[in-house]
């Protein structure tokens, strides 16, 4: 999943900058200042441990997005002591955790 991200330039919009070609998301790990530029449309395609690790560099217009929220993992509801299914890997995103889910059900009624 590849994506061509400007750097940052000092608010000087008129001078054209080298675009930094990023392949995979891992590249970005190293490019903490271009995180911020991810359009949500990149963002909705990541893993959810991917966004995570990427979280707190978003803008706060991002982090306020639901579905954005709904794809960042539960680690609230995973593998909790009292769970009968233990869930092995990464945890599920929030859409896909059945707590976080019906906790939402409770809210939108
Ligand atoms: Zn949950």
């Not at 991200?5 to 190293?30: C, F």
Request: aromatic content about 10%.
């Amino acid at each position: 999943m590849s994506i061509l991200l400007a750097p940052s330039h000092n608010g000087d919009n008129s001078k054209t900058n080298d675009l930094v070609y990023i392949e995979h998301p891992d590249q970005l790990m190293s490019h903490p200042e271009l995180i911020e530029k991810l359009p949500k449309e990149y963002l909705l395609k990541l893993s959810p441990y991917q966004l995570e690790q990427f979280w707190e560099c978003l803008s706060n217009k991002l982090k306020e997005d639901s579905d954005l929220q709904e794809r960042r993992p539960c680690y609230e509801h995973y593998n909790r002591p009292e769970d009968e299914i233990h869930i092995d890997g990464p945890a599920p995103p929030k859409y896909r955790c059945y707590v976080c889910q019906a906790n939402k059900k409770v809210y939108d009624t």
